[in-house]
């Protein structure tokens, strides 16, 4: 089981989702400010906004909050933050990039460094593990939504690449370019998906055992708790055995 598709359950239970709401409001209505600012504040006009905000409400961001984060990038909030990757490795050799969005560049990479130290990693050079990963487009559906054949019809009509369906649901892959276009002929066929983003699609992995697990997962809680990071990805895995004891 390949980390990127596992991570976010291995989260639910152990109930960060909603023990962090509050952070993940606030990264995700950072993503909004700063999509607004870099582009039109209409979301059928600008399609990171688009993204932004669809992602934001498929996560029960209430609209107000919202309708706030974009009326920031109006009244000129945000100019400043800079989007910065991170890469480096984690226990075992695990790939790890950070996506961070921050307003001190300095502050940023210290507290980074820091925490892959104090967590059995190396913080390295930009493109020292993002070499590993495809950068693509993720489109998340339901199981409920149709049977795997369906929604393959579906997504090859919307022009993705790949899908991966099983009990937890169907995943759909395109072009990072294509992330708006595919998105929306898909809703057109499927209705609203349970998310809708670019990610970081490991193209080899690191198998890891319970013990590796625990330490990744300690490292990563630590990065996700930096208020300047938006996302961390990695290319662990892990057998259903070693993801069930955790």
């Not at 990963?133 to 149709?146: A, H, Q």
């Not at 708006?180 to 699609?201: D, F, M, P, R």
Request: glycine residues 8%.
């Amino acid at each position: 089981m390949a980390g990127h598709s596992k991570w976010a359950n291995i989260q639910h239970r152990k109930g960060r989702q909603d023990a962090a709401r509050s952070k993940l409001f606030s990264k995700l209505s950072k993503e909004i400010t700063v999509a607004a600012k870099m582009g039109d504040p209409d979301p059928d006009k600008n399609p990171r906004l688009r993204l932004a905000v669809k992602e934001a409400k498929s996560q029960s961001v209430p609209k107000d909050v919202i309708e706030r984060a974009i009326k920031k990038s109006t009244a000129g909030d945000g100019d400043d933050y800079e989007e910065i990757r991170y890469e480096g490795y984690g226990n075992n050799g695990v790939a790890v990039i950070v996506e961070a969005m921050t307003d001190n560049r300095n502050r940023t990479a210290s507290s980074v460094r820091s925490t892959f130290s104090k967590n059995g990693g190396n913080l390295g050079e930009t493109g020292s593990v993002s070499f590993m990963f495809d950068r693509v487009g993720e489109i998340v559906y339901p199981e409920s939504v149709g049977d795997a054949d369906t929604v393959m019809m579906a997504a090859i009509e919307a022009g993705a690449d790949d899908v991966e369906s099983s009990e937890d649901g169907h995943t759909i892959y395109c072009a990072d370019t294509d992330l708006n276009l595919v998105s929306t002929a898909l809703e057109e066929q499927l209705g609203e998906s349970e998310s809708t983003k670019l990610i970081w699609k490991p193209t080899t992995t690191t198998e890891l055992d319970l013990e590796g697990m625990q330490k990744l997962m300690k490292l990563v809680d630590a990065l996700e708790d930096d208020d300047d990071v938006q996302r961390v990805t990695t290319n662990f895995e892990a057998s259903d055995e070693v993801l069930a004891q955790l």
